[in-house]
């Protein structure tokens, strides 16, 4: 037997591959799979876009059609899940938005960049698309 037959190679074997998922991907990395899943998101539901945005500006009497679906429902889908929707695509659109704004200043100051400003802004991306939807997402509901 030769030497390199008797030295035994150590397995690597990736049966959990999830179950260090958390602790190993960094906050940027969360807003990049979110600025991905954002704009997937923005594209599936750009029909019902079209819809709300036809709906509204053909005549008084579609813009009341309109408003009545959020509170009521349209056929068999309730208003608030209509509401849901709506919510979902303005996150959509200001996650969107604001990840694809830091990724286009790193692109362009990559001088600039470190690890501490990666992590800043990343905090800084969620922290403004949660807080403007929730803002966003009161007046949708009536709140204000």
């Known amino acids: 037997m030769t030497e390199l037959e008797k030295k035994k190679r150590p397995e690597f074997r990736n049966i959990n591959v ?12 969360y807003v990049s799979i979110l600025h991905r899943i954002s704009g997937m998101l923005m594209f599936v539901l750009l029909p019902f876009v079209i819809w709300m945005l ?3 500006l ?4 579609s813009f009341a059609k309109f408003k009545s ?3 009521e429902g349209c056929g068999f889908i ?6 849901l ?3 979902a695509i303005i996150w959509a659109y200001l996650h969107h938005l604001m990840a694809g704004l830091r990724h286009l200043f790193m692109d362009m100051n990559h001088n ?3 690890k501490s400003f990666a992590k800043s802004s990343a905090i800084t991306v969620l922290t403004l698309s949660i807080g403007l939807t929730v803002i966003l997402g009161a007046k949708l509901f009536g709140l204000y």
């Open 78 to 83: 309730p208003g608030w899940f209509i509401t």
């Open 112 to 114: 600039l960049v470190s």
């Open 69 to 71: 679906v959020f509170t």
């Open 18 to 29: 999830l179950e260090g998922l958390p602790h190993r991907l960094p906050i940027g990395g």
């Open 58 to 61: 053909s005549s008084e009497f």
């Open 54 to 56: 036809d709906t509204s």
């Open 85 to 87: 929707v709506a919510l």
